[in-house]
């Protein structure tokens, strides 16, 4: 994002400008205990949807059904103690936010979507006797479906209790928890709602998962007299805050911004700081806890004499902002900042922001510092928080200086606090150029911790349109192992390994999927976590196409509402860029319901997908952007949630596959027998001879980007760049002919290339040709003349620019031929056919005499 210049500020002599975007991303995946595979931690957002928002088919009805059995602010209240219950028992919060009424399972990021809460409450109509259903972060299909909970409007709440016990239940299930027969736990599954604590297994099953809760790390810091300190709950003790820079300019220039956790009741986190030298004017103290906890906070500042010179605090509930400003402070004293929690009781922990602002030479606007502290970023340290707002490094988190790049150089990573040795690692780190790699290594958790021989590796991109990442994992000795890709798209890369031994180290590399590409430096957080269950990805269908068979089709049946993760691999092929494979899903009014597309050599995932009870077809077909017709084997893979999600069971016309003499077994068409699975794949495959219609470029192009980035430039509000493709002309050495000259006037560099965004772009030359003469026009349009006597390749690169973003370089390359003359000599002879068959089968420009994009028998006729 360009940078605006600064304007003065009336109020203030410091000049204000807004730091670039960094737009988060936090997809979360997490099984449960019987495949553990923790893509983030829990920290949270919650909503509560408007009455009217689309559930599926129908409207959330949430206000409406509550408020009957008690005011809004009572049955809120009920929800939200339901959460922290579990929360503080473990590395987790819930932040309450807006909800915007959009369509539940709208297109966007998996959490800190800007519309609504990663957990959005709504409710609506479903089987009598389920209290309410939730869509669990225990299962592997990601979306803004993710963690959602639909309270059953038709069930017969009468009391608060009620709403609370099922709020209990189901906040349980969105942490991965699953349902038991100990009627003293909230996940009991039999009799009436009744309100239950956790019981010590519940809590022993929970932070398997995500740890016991943990110190934050200011615990662990450096007095000014450099001693170690293991805790910052004393004044003596307190963290010392650094004096933060925007873009290198004076210390102080940039928010001093810090993340910490009150762990429980008796904790309190005490932080310092002196102003900048000479500096006497206001500071600003804010400390929030409004969307990342649910918190009620208190703040109190205090003197260089450590006396208290300011206090504020909050009993609101769903979190607060409180704000102190300091009128003139003294240079080279010492402030100290108290944080704590207002209250000892449930909402007496959780986490929090801290933002020390030095008004009169602060330059950076309240909006991006809001960004920074307000959640998304809870992961980073102080210094790494530092990093983004000093744009003068290149904004590259933990910038490594290609000190890691080999194996053997490789970051060693200890355990994530809160988690027994060896189960679970972060990391955060950064890919800042096009030959930068990362190496991390690892010690597997040892035999006395359990069969523990699954590993997963899970990489997140913390700023939008930036990295596309591949993993690697590598044996001690630096044998590569072969990895299952679960999760690769959205902002984020999931891959597992099988057959962990015990105790050993191993290797994990991370680096850009195309280095040059847009997409290849950016900032990311790894997560790598062990378990004793691979998660179980069911095969849907394989083939191959090419040859005669250009299109693959299959067909399943959904017999309740699921949601769908699809997986689509495609195998390596000797095939020109960008060929693509594209599995699409549609009804049986052939609407698309999903889309994947997929590159040889690539695994691409989708979103989860809602699905209501039907039929459903999928059609798997390739565009060979070059003609060629190699065969490519790809396979589709997917799982569905085994519960039902929304949807009344009892409604018949809902469930077309229902047997009407057993209500637990679904009859589909053509099965002899009743089955009990709510989904079946059918086996027929067919092939099309004929083609099917060609896609339009911009839809290729649309399903390439969109499988990491494309939606979110739409919905974060990110001007994506244009993509630019490489081009070939070719003509005769001689005096261009008058066709030659009018394809020049007509045909644009422009023509195949694709604006994300729809909106106008144009061509800038970057490098001009090197053996003739060339005009170039903003349209794309050009024209050539080459010197006298030149044969061969001439080429020239430019840009396609929508004013905002450029985007890659993109190379037009001018073949100066004579019909097959391949060596360039000017003389067609024996030479000639021994240059081509050397280049057979490759895409060698010279000797494709046809210019199809392939040196083949078709070029000898030439």
């Known amino acids: 994002m360009p940078k605006t210049p600064s304007q003065p500020d009336t109020a203030r002599r410091a000049q204000r400008r807004r730091i670039p975007s960094i737009e988060p991303l936090e997809p979360r995946i997490v099984l449960d205990s019987g495949g553990v595979l923790v893509g983030a931690d829990p920290y949270l957002t919650l909503s509560f949807a408007s009455d009217g928002a689309a559930i599926g088919s129908d409207s959330s009805t949430l206000h409406a059904t509550f408020n009957t059995v008690a005011p809004t602010a009572a049955w809120t209240e009920a929800i939200l103690s339901a959460f922290q219950t579990w929360a503080v028992h473990t590395n987790a919060d819930i932040g309450v936010v807006t909800d915007s009424g959009d369509p539940f399972g709208s297109a966007g990021a998996s959490q800190r979507d800007p519309r609504f809460g990663d957990i959005r409450i709504g409710a609506s109509e479903l089987s009598p006797a389920i209290g309410a259903v939730s869509a669990p972060i225990d299962n592997l299909a990601t979306g803004t479906w993710l963690a959602d909970v639909i309270f059953n409007s038709q069930f017969d709440y009468q009391t608060l209790d009620e709403v609370l016990a099922v709020a209990l239940h189901e906040a349980g299930n969105v942490f991965g928890l699953e349902d038991n027969s100990d009627p003293n736990s909230p996940l009991f599954t039999g009799g009436a709602p009744v309100v239950h604590d956790p019981t010590p297994a519940d809590i022993l099953a929970l932070q398997e998962l995500y740890g016991v809760r943990a110190q934050d790390g200011n615990e662990q810091h450096k007095s000014g007299a450099g001693t170690s300190l293991t805790d910052n709950n004393t004044l003596a003790n307190a963290t010392r805050l650094k004096l933060a820079s925007a873009d290198g300019q004076d210390e102080g220039s940039a928010p001093s911004i810090v993340y910490g956790d009150i762990h429980d009741a008796t904790d309190l986190d005490f932080f310092a700081i002196k102003p900048p030298s000479d500096y006497t004017d206001t500071m600003t103290v804010r400390l929030a806890t409004s969307g990342i906890s649910l918190l009620k906070p208190e703040l109190t500042v205090y003197n260089q004499s450590q006396q208290q010179i300011g206090a504020a605090s909050s009993l609101a509930l769903g979190g607060s902002v409180l704000e102190l400003q300091i009128a003139a402070v003294s240079p080279g004293d010492t402030y100290y900042f108290q944080v704590g929690g207002a209250e000892a009781g449930l909402f007496g922990v959780g986490g929090y922001s ?165 997409s290849g430096t950016g900032n990311y957080r790894l997560t790598v976590a062990f378990s004793d269950t691979p998660v179980p990805l ?325």
Request: aromatic share 10%; hydrophobic share 40%.
């Open 354 to 518: 801290l933002t020390v602002t030095f008004d009169d030479v602060n330059v950076v606007d309240d909006i991006t510092t809001q960004e920074i502290a307000g959640g998304a970023y809870r992961f980073l340290s102080q210094e790494e928080l530092a990093e983004l707002l000093d744009s003068s490094g290149g904004a590259y988190l933990n910038n490594d200086q290609h000190t890691d790049d080999e194996q053997l150089e490789g970051v060693e990573l200890v355990t994530a606090a809160g988690f027994a040795q060896g189960t679970r690692y972060t990391a955060v780190g950064s890919v800042s150029d096009a030959t930068d790699v990362d190496f991390y290594r690892l010690e597997s958790p040892n035999a006395s911790s359990g069969p523990l021989d699954v590993m997963t590796v899970s990489l997140r991109a913390v700023d939008v349109s930036s990295l596309q990442p591949t993993i690697e994992v590598f044996e001690e000795h630096g044998a590569s192992l072969p990895v299952d890709v679960l999760v690769n798209g959205a902002g984020e890369l999931v891959v597992q390994l099988e057959g962990v031994e015990p105790g050993k180290e191993y290797s994990v590399r991370v680096a850009a999927e195309d280095p040059a590409g847009a």
């Open 538 to 862: 069911e095969s849907l269908t394989t083939g191959t196409l090419g040859g005669a068979t250009e299109q693959v089709d299959g067909r399943f049946y959904l017999s309740r509402f699921q949601l769908f993760h699809l997986v689509m691999s495609v195998d390596p092929a000797s095939v020109a860029s960008p060929t693509t494979v594209t599995a699409t899903v549609r009804d049986e009014q052939g609407a698309v319901v999903a889309a994947i597309t997929a590159a040889p050599g690539q695994t691409r995932s989708a979103p989860a997908v809602l699905l209501a009870p039907g039929k459903y077809y999928t059609e798997i077909t390739y565009d060979p952007l070059d003609g060629s017709s190699l065969g490519i084997p790809f396979e589709l893979r997917g799982m569905g949630l085994s519960d039902p999600f929304v949807g009344d069971p009892n409604n018949t016309t809902g469930h077309p596959f229902a047997c009407p003499d057993n209500p637990d077994f679904f009859c589909y068409p053509g099965l002899p027998q009743p089955s009990p699975d709510p989904f079946l794949w059918d086996d027929f495959v067919g092939s099309l001879p004929e083609a099917p219609p060609d896609a339009p470029l911009e839809q290729i192009v649309a399903l390439l980007l969109g499988d990491w980035w494309s939606w979110y430039w739409i919905r974060a509000g990110v001007n994506g760049p244009p993509l630019a493709q490489d081009d070939t002309m070719r003509m005769s050495p001689v005096v261009p002919s008058p066709a030659f000259a009018a394809l020049l006037t007509s045909w644009s560099v422009l023509d195949n290339d694709f604006e994300p965004e729809g909106e106008p772009f144009t061509a800038v030359l970057e490098t001009d040709v090197a053996h003739g003469v060339l005009v170039f026009n903003p349209d794309g349009t050009f024209d050539y003349t080459p010197d006298a006597g030149f044969a061969g390749i001439d080429s020239f690169t430019y840009t396609a620019s929508d004013s905002v973003t450029p985007s890659l370089p993109a190379t037009v390359s001018i073949v100066v031929q004579l019909p097959g003359d391949y060596d360039f000599n000017g003389v067609v002879d024996q030479a000639d056919y021994q240059a081509w068959l050397q280049a057979y089968g490759t895409n060698s420009l010279a000797a494709d005499g046809n210019g199809d994009g392939r040196v083949n028998s078709a070029d000898y006729s030439v």
